[in-house]
Each structure stands twice: as C-alpha cells, then as structure tokens.
C-alpha cells in the first residue's frame, strides 16, 4: 500500500521558535492536507494544498505542494504554547469522488514556554 | 454546525460482545469514512463509503462491518470485539477531499 514518511517524529522548542515539518511518499498525490490534533479530540484541517507548487498560508502556517507531487512541508512561525499537539499531513491520489486519504504517523510537536 | 457527530465517547467491552458506533454528519457530504488511531501508527482507514448504499474497504477493514443507508449515517459494527480493537475511532465526512474529523470513540476491549 501507499506509505507516506512524516518527520521527524517529535520535536521539542522554545516558544518564538521557527518549526518546519515534512512528509515524503512513494507515489504522486494530487491533494495534500495537513492536520493538527489536540488531545482527546479529533484532528482539525489546517490547510489544503491542490496544486504541484502551491503555496498556501494560514496565519503562521505556510505549507507547499512539492513540485514532484511526492511531498509536502508545513512550517510555524514564531510558535506559541497553543501550537503544542499532533501534526497530521495527509495525501490522496485518487479521483472524482473517492476521498481516500492516506496519512502519516504524524509530529508531536511539544512548545516550552 | 454540529459537523460531526461521533457517540458514544468512550466504552469498554468484553471480548466477544458486539457492538454499534454512531457517526452522523449534517453538512450533505456524500463521502464518509472510518479511522481508527493507535499510537505510533497514525490513522488508517477501516472503511469508507462514497454515498448512500455504496462502501468499500480501507486499509485494516477486519473484523468491521459498515453500512449507509442515508446520506447522514455511518455507523461501524464489531461483530465479537477482541482485544486487538481496542483504540480510538474517528469518523470523517469529506468534501472535495478535505476530511471533517468526529470527536472520536474511546474504546477499550477487555
């Protein structure tokens, strides 16, 4: 099956500190998502990317589709406490309505005050 | 906007007992999946279905049965849980390939 390597797996910073995270697959996506999970809730999209070269920003959030369709990056700017949780990136490779998502095993992201 | 709504939120079962989780969804999404989390392994798809009366299987469909017969509903049966199934479950309606995220099922199998 598909796999996609996010990483690094964890990271630990200081608050004000850039954070930049990426995921790599096998084959071509052509949807890329990224998620952020709170403790004991669901994950929450944070942004969409459609386009091979996107470049999309939410607040402190900007990630890209990589060019060859087979990654993705997210980097925080000036993390803050609430930053703190799981970081998801998601691909889908399949077309009209099948939204079958596949997911990485995701960054835990710890922010020290 | 409710979005998505999972129930129950935790549960313990013994093994062998069976047992129905609830998704709905009020935002007309005809794309609806299942997810289960363990740690370290991210979210794997158990099922998905595109629309009312069609499911396919996703990626550790073994040992669940789905069915949807609105559009709203998605409910995830296990038959006779065992101890292996024991994680939590998320349910998921999706539009133009962005996945909308339930608050997820606790469940324990002992």
């Known amino acids: 099956g598909q796999q996609l390597n996010q990483s690094p797996q964890s990271m630990f910073i200081q608050e004000g500190e850039d954070v930049s995270m990426n995921c790599t697959s096998s084959s071509i996506f052509n949807t890329w998502l990224w998620y952020k999970q709170d403790p004991g809730e669901g994950p929450v999209l944070l942004i969409a990317?459609?386009?091979?070269?996107e470049l999309t920003s939410n607040g402190r959030l900007t990630a890209q589709f990589g060019i060859t369709r087979k990654d993705s990056f997210l980097n925080i700017s000036a993390s803050i406490p609430s930053d703190v949780g799981i970081y998801f990136c998601a691909g889908r490779n399949s077309g009209g309505s099948n939204y079958k998502l596949t997911f990485g095993k995701g960054t835990l992201l710890t922010v020290n005050p | 906007n409710a979005g998505v709504t999972q129930t129950p939120k935790f549960q313990v079962l013994k093994t062998g007992q069976s047992m129905t989780l609830q998704c709905a969804q009020d935002?007309?999404?005809?794309?609806m999946s299942w997810y289960r989390q363990d740690p370290g392994m991210g979210l794997r798809l158990i099922h998905y279905?595109?629309?009312?009366?069609?499911?396919d299987q996703g990626e550790v469909p073994n040992g669940y049965n789905v069915s949807r017969s609105t559009t709203e509903d998605f409910p995830l049966r296990l038959l006779s849980a065992a101890p292996s199934q024991t994680s939590v479950y998320f349910c998921?309606?999706?539009?133009?390939?962005?996945?909308?995220f339930g608050q997820g099922t606790r469940l324990t199998v002992v």
């Open positions: 279905s595109v629309g009312a009366g069609i499911t």
């Open positions: 990317l459609y386009k091979a070269g």
């Open positions: 935002m007309n999404h005809e794309y």
């Open positions: 998921a309606s999706s539009r133009r390939g962005e996945a909308f």
